[in-house]
C-alpha cells in the first residue's frame, strides 16, 4: 500500500508538472497578443515594451522562462514557498491571492458536494426503492430538471425569488464565517443548492440505475432468502455495490470544480478561484493562471488518489500492492 | 420496506427544514445599506478593475483611474473642476497658486505652489516643488512603468536624463518649480492636469524604485481622501512597507477622508467632497451591479448596462440616468497600402455606401451615441465642425449613387459601372471582434459593401486589437477600432493615430498606416502598395506649437483632411459616457476631463 501511494503521488507530481507545462505553452504561443501591450499604455514605443517584456520576465524564450518558474517554484520567492510570482495587474502575490479566494471555492463546493450527495444519493434511492410509482416519477422528473436548466439561470431566478423577492436570503457576494455564520450561510445557501441541482439530479440517476441493477444480482436475492432486513439488503449489500461509480464521479467532479465553478461564482458574486481564473486568462495575466492551473490540477491528482483509496474500502475485492 | 422509505424521506425533510431555519437566521441578521449623512459613496465596477499600473499615478491610464485619482486622491498643479461639459475642460489652478502664462515664446512655464497642502498619512508634511520633480524623474524613468511620458518629451532633458535629472526642470525654492521645454507646446498645460505629475513623496517611492505599480497600494494622498489603512503603514524603513488594507488590487479601493486636507487650500467649485468614503467594489455579475444600484445598494457604477436595463431607463427619460458626451469616436480602419482600400476612389465610395445609422443602431441606437461625421468629436473643437460631413446621405443611412459616383476613376472598377470589380474587391480580409455589436454591425457591413461590390472574408478574433496592432499581419479593413481623447486638445487624436513616424511594428495605433513610407514598410514587413501613401506629419508639427483658436482651427483643417482627402476611416460613432446611478443619490456630476463620474461633487443620503 505505502509503495502503491508514493508511486500515484509521483505520477501526480509528474501530472501536475505536465499540465503546467502545457499551460506555459498555451500562454506563449497561441496568438493572443502580447501582455505587455497591456501595460504600455495606448501609444506604445518599442523601448517601452522591451522594458516591460524585461520585468515581466517575457524577454526569453518560453522554455527558459519555464525553467525559471520551476526553479522559482521549488525555491521560493519573496513571499516565501512555493514561489508563484506576483499578479502583472495588482502585484499582489499570486499565494496570496489564491488563500485569498480558496475559501470561498472551497466553502461553495464543500456545502454543494454535501447537497447533492446528500439529495442525490437519497432521491436515487428512494426513486430505485419506489420504481415505477409517483415517487420515482417524480424524482426522475426533478432529475430531468436539474440537467436541463442552466446554472445561470437558476441562479438567476433563485436570486430573484429568494432574495429580491421573499428576502430570505442575503443575495450576492460573500462574508467570511468568521464575521458571523448566519450572514456566511445566507451568502452560500443559494449557491449551494444552485451548483448542487445539476449534480443532484445525475448522482440521482445514477444511483437509481446502478441500485436497480445490483438488486437484480444473485447475492442481494440469497441475502433477502437468508431473511435480512430490506433496509440491510439495500444499505449494506445493495448501495455499497452501487457507489463505487460514484465515488469515481464524485471524486472527479468536486476536484474539477476547484477551477470550475466559474457561473455560480460569477453570478453570485462569489469572487473564488474559477472566477479569478477566467478573469485572468483574458487579462493575460499568467502567474495567477498558472496558479489556478496548479491548485486545480492538484486537485485532481489529489481526488483520484483518494478516490483509488476509497474503493478498497467500498470493494474489498479491490487491493493495492 | 416502507419503514426505510419513510425513514429516508423523514431525514430529507430535517435537512431541508433546517436549512430554512439556518437561511432565516442568516436573513435575520442580515445588515441592511442604511445611508446616513456624509456616508457612504458605493461604485459597482464590474468584472475588473482593470486599472493599467495598479493606480500608481506614473502609468496608470485607465478613464476611471484618472477619475478617481485627480477627483479624490492625487492634487496636480492645475487641474479640473471636475464638472460637464466645456467647463469641465477649462484648466483651472489646483496645488498652484494661479494658471501660469507661458514665457520665453511660450517655452517656460513657471509655477508658485500653495501654502498648506499637505501629504496624506503616513507622510503628513507640507508638499514642495522637490516632490514634483520627484514625480517627473519618475515619469521619466522607464523602469517605473510610464504610460503616457511621451507627453512630457517636450521638457528639455526628459528622456535623456533617464529619470536620474531633468535639465528642463528647477526649484529655485520650495514653492515654485519651472519647465523650460524644448517648443512651444499649445497643451502643456493639459499634460501638466496629468495625475502622472502630482506631487509624491521620494521617501515612499523611493521603495517602489523599478517595480512599475507597485506603489499604488500604497499610494499617498494630497487629495481630499486616502487609501483606507495607509495611516497604518509603516513607512519608517523600506522593508517594513506593507499594501494599504483599503486596496487589494482585485476586489476592493475603500477610500476615506484624508485628516490632512485642508480645504481652504482648494476650491469648492472643484472639490466639494460630501461622502465620508468612497467604497469602489467589484462585482462578477452585471445584473447583480444594476439590480444593486436600482435598490440604493450601491450608488453608481462602473459597467456596461444590458440592454434591456439601459432601454427601460432611457425610455422612461429617467433622471438616474445620466448620459454626457464620451468624447470618443468609433470607426472602420481602413489600410493605406492593402488593396482595394490602398484607393481613395473605394474609400470614399465605402464611406457614402455605409448604413452608419444601422451600424449605431448595432451598438444599442441613439442611447448609445450619434452618428459620426468625422475624425475627432465635435465636443473638443466646441462644435466648430459641427456641420461637416463630407459623406453625407440621407438620415445617415448611406446612398449607393453617391457611392457609385465616388467609385468612378477607381483602378478597381475594371467594368466602368461604378462597383469595386477587380479581383482584389473579392474576399478581401475583414478584422472584426466578437462582442455582441460587432456581431451585429458585420452582418450590415457586408451588406453594405456588397452592393459596391466589395466581399469579405471575416475573420472575427476575441479580441482583435492585437492583431489590428500589428502592421506586418497586413489587415485591409478593421471593425474594432474606437479611440477616447486623453485630455481635451484634439492632438490625443491626431499624434498617435497618424503620425506615421510612430508606427511601429507591435502595438502601432496609426492602423490606416497614414504616412508610413517604403523603408517603413520593408522594416515592418508591411506587403501592401507603399508608395504615396499620403502623410500628415507635416501638419502635426504644425499644428501642436500653436495655442488657443489658432491650434484649434488647425487642427479643425486637419480633420477635415484626413476625413475627406485622406480617408483613412468610416467614423461612425461617437459614444456617449453613461452611467445609471441610484435614487438615494442626491448630488451627480460628470467629470468631462476624465469621462466619468465627478466624485469631487456626489452625495448621498
Given at each position: ?13 509528474l ?8 499551460t ?10 502580447d501582455?505587455?501591450?497591456r501595460?504600455a ?19 526569453k ?9 520551476v ?25 496570496s ?45 426533478f432529475?430531468?430538471f ?19 423577492t ?24 443559494l ?12 448522482y ?11 438488486l ?9 432468502a ?13 448501495l ?21 465553478a ?15 481564473a ?11 493562471v ?8 492538484t ?10 483509496i ?12 | ?37 456624509g456616508?457612504?459613496?458605493?461604485v ?17 491610464y ?5 477619475a478617481?485619482?485627480t ?10 473642476n ?14 498652484a ?25 503616513p ?9 514634483f ?16 511620458g ?12 533617464k ?16 519647465f523650460?521645454?524644448t ?13 502622472a505629475?502630482?506631487?509624491q ?16 497600494n ?20 523600506c ?24 480645504p ?29 444600484v ?19 431607463y ?16 468609433w ?21 457614402f ?54 467609385m ?13 470589380s477587380a ?21 450590415v ?56 513616424r510612430?508606427?511601429?511594428p ?8 497614414v504616412?508610413i ?25 504644425k ?12 487642427y ?19 459614444s ?5 446611478i441610484?435614487?438615494n ?21
Amino acid at each position: 500500500m505505502l509503495i502503491y501511494l508514493v508511486r500515484r503521488i509521483l505520477w501526480a507530481i509528474l501530472v501536475v508538472f505536465v499540465v503546467l507545462f502545457i499551460t506555459f505553452l498555451v500562454f506563449f504561443k497561441l496568438p493572443n497578443g502580447d501582455p505587455a501591450l497591456r501595460f504600455a499604455g495606448k501609444t506604445p514605443t518599442p523601448a517601452m515594451l522591451d522594458e516591460i517584456h524585461h520585468r515581466l520576465h517575457l524577454d526569453k524564450p518560453w522554455y527558459i522562462e519555464f525553467g525559471y518558474f520551476v526553479k522559482t517554484f521549488a525555491t521560493g520567492d519573496q513571499y516565501g514557498w512555493p514561489g508563484l510570482g506576483y499578479s502583472y495587474n495588482s502585484f499582489a502575490s499570486v499565494k496570496s491571492q489564491i488563500v485569498y479566494r480558496a475559501p470561498r471555492t472551497l466553502w461553495l463546493i464543500a456545502g454543494a458536494a454535501t447537497l447533492w450527495l446528500t439529495f442525490g444519493v437519497a432521491i436515487g434511492v428512494l426513486s430505485a426503492v419506489k420504481r415505477r410509482t409517483l415517487v420515482d416519477r417524480l424524482a426522475m422528473g426533478f432529475a430531468l430538471f436539474g440537467i436541463s436548466a442552466p446554472v445561470f439561470w437558476l441562479g438567476l431566478i433563485a436570486l430573484y425569488i429568494f432574495w429580491r423577492t421573499l428576502h430570505w436570503t442575503a443575495g450576492t457576494g460573500y462574508t467570511p464565517i468568521a464575521q458571523g455564520p448566519g450572514q456566511w450561510f445566507s451568502h452560500m445557501i443559494l449557491p449551494w443548492v444552485v451548483l448542487s441541482m445539476l449534480y443532484t439530479a445525475i448522482y440521482a440517476r445514477m444511483t437509481r440505475n446502478n441500485l436497480l441493477e445490483t438488486l437484480g444480482e444473485d447475492y442481494i436475492r440469497t441475502a433477502r432468502a437468508k431473511g435480512l432486513s430490506e433496509r440491510r439488503v439495500i444499505f449494506r449489500h445493495g448501495l455499497r455495490a452501487s457507489l463505487t461509480p460514484i465515488v469515481t464521479l464524485f471524486g472527479l467532479d468536486v476536484a474539477l470544480l476547484v477551477g470550475g465553478a466559474i457561473i455560480t461564482e460569477s453570478v453570485f458574486n462569489l469572487q473564488g478561484l474559477g472566477w479569478m481564473a477566467i478573469n485572468s486568462a483574458t487579462q493575460q495575466d499568467l502567474p495567477i493562471v498558472l496558479g489556478v492551473v496548479l491548485c486545480t490540477a492538484t486537485a485532481v491528482a489529489f481526488m483520484n488518489l483518494v478516490v483509488d483509496i476509497v474503493y478498497a474500502f467500498l470493494d474489498p475485492r479491490v487491493r493495492y500492492s | 420496506m416502507k419503514r426505510t422509505t419513510r425513514r429516508l424521506a423523514t431525514a430529507l425533510l430535517v435537512v431541508a427544514v433546517g436549512a430554512v431555519v439556518l437561511v432565516a437566521a442568516g436573513s435575520g441578521s442580515r445588515a441592511k445599506s442604511q445611508v446616513s449623512a456624509g456616508g457612504t459613496y458605493k461604485v459597482g465596477w464590474e468584472q475588473s478593475f482593470g486599472f493599467t499600473d495598479n493606480m500608481d499615478p506614473v502609468g496608470e491610464y485607465l478613464a476611471e483611474g484618472f477619475a478617481i485619482q485627480t477627483s479624490l486622491l492625487d492634487r496636480t498643479l492645475v487641474g479640473y473642476n471636475h464638472v460637464p461639459g466645456a467647463a469641465g475642460n477649462k484648466i483651472v489652478p489646483d496645488i498652484a497658486t494661479a494658471v501660469p502664462t507661458p514665457t520665453n515664446g511660450g517655452k517656460t512655464y513657471t509655477f508658485h505652489i500653495k501654502q498648506g497642502v499637505k501629504f496624506g498619512p503616513p507622510v503628513n508634511r507640507q508638499v514642495t516643488s522637490a516632490d514634483f520633480l520627484n514625480e517627473m524623474k519618475r515619469l521619466a524613468s522607464p523602469k517605473d512603468g510610464q504610460e503616457y511620458g511621451f507627453y512630457y518629451n517636450v521638457i528639455k532633458g526628459f528622456a535623456s536624463g533617464k529619470g536620474k535629472t531633468i535639465s528642463g526642470i528647477s526649484t529655485p525654492n520650495a514653492s515654485t518649480i519651472v519647465f523650460n521645454l524644448t517648443q512651444p507646446t499649445g497643451d502643456f498645460l493639459y499634460r501638466m492636469s496629468m495625475g502622472a505629475t502630482s506631487p509624491q513623496p521620494a521617501e515612499v517611492t523611493k521603495c517602489f524604485e523599478g517595480q512599475a505599480g507597485k506603489y499604488g497600494n500604497d499610494l499617498i494622498s494630497t487629495g481630499p481622501y486616502m487609501i483606507q489603512g495607509i495611516d497604518k503603514v509603516d513607512i519608517s524603513d523600506c522593508s517594513k512597507i506593507t499594501a494599504a488594507s483599503g486596496y487589494d488590487g482585485t476586489s476592493k479601493m475603500i477610500l476615506v477622508r484624508n485628516p490632512n486636507y485642508d480645504p481652504k487650500t482648494d476650491s469648492t467649485a472643484a472639490r466639494q467632497n460630501f461622502p465620508d468614503e468612497f467604497d469602489f467594489l467589484i462585482d462578477a455579475n452585471k445584473d447583480d451591479i444594476y439590480s444593486k444600484v436600482a435598490a440604493g445598494e450601491f450608488q453608481d457604477e462602473i459597467s456596461s448596462p444590458p440592454g434591456q436595463v439601459l432601454e427601460k431607463y432611457y425610455t422612461s427619460h429617467s433622471p438616474l440616468l445620466k448620459q454626457y458626451s464620451g468624447d470618443r469616436t468609433w470607426y472602420l480602419t481602413m489600410n493605406l497600402t492593402a488593396p482595394p482600400f490602398d484607393d481613395v476612389h473605394v474609400r470614399k465610395a465605402f464611406n457614402f455606401i455605409m448604413n452608419k445609422n444601422a451600424l449605431v443602431q448595432a451598438w444599442g441606437g441613439p442611447a448609445i451615441g450619434k452618428v459620426a461625421h468625422h475624425i475627432v468629436p465635435d465636443t473638443l473643437f466646441n462644435n466648430q465642425l459641427a456641420e461637416y460631413n463630407p459623406f453625407a446621405t440621407p438620415g445617415d443611412k448611406g446612398s449607393l449613387s453617391k457611392a457609385k459616383a465616388a467609385m468612378k476613376g477607381s483602378k478597381y472598377d475594371t467594368k466602368g459601372n461604378g462597383t469595386c470589380s477587380a479581383s482584389a474587391c473579392h474576399n478581401v480580409y475583414l478584422l472584426a471582434d466578437t462582442r455582441g455589436q460587432d456581431l451585429k454591425m458585420v452582418p450590415v457591413i457586408e451588406a453594405d459593401a456588397k452592393k459596391i461590390g466589395i466581399t469579405f472574408k471575416v475573420h472575427s478574433i476575441n479580441g482583435a486589437y492585437p492583431t489590428l496592432q500589428t502592421p506586418s499581419k497586413n489587415v485591409p479593413i478593421g471593425e474594432r477600432p474606437g479611440w477616447g481623447k486623453d485630455y481635451a486638445d484634439p492632438l490625443t487624436f491626431f499624434t498617435p493615430l497618424f503620425d506615421g513616424r510612430n508606427i511601429i511594428p507591435n502595438g502601432n495605433t496609426n492602423y490606416s498606416l497614414v504616412g508610413i513610407t517604403p523603408a517603413q514598410c520593408k522594416t515592418l514587413k508591411v506587403k501592401g502598395n507603399c508608395t504615396n501613401v499620403p502623410s500628415v506629419n507635416s501638419q502635426l508639427d504644425k499644428c501642436s506649437v500653436l495655442i488657443g483658436q489658432p491650434r484649434l482651427t488647425c487642427y479643425e483643417n486637419l480633420d477635415k483632411y484626413l476625413t475627406g482627402t485622406v480617408v483613412p476611416w468610416v467614423p461612425y460613432l461617437w459614444s456617449t459616457a453613461t452611467h445609471i446611478i441610484a435614487p438615494n443619490v442626491t448630488q451627480w456630476s460628470f467629470d468631462q476631463f476624465s469621462g466619468s463620474t465627478g466624485y469631487a461633487h456626489v452625495a448621498v443620503k
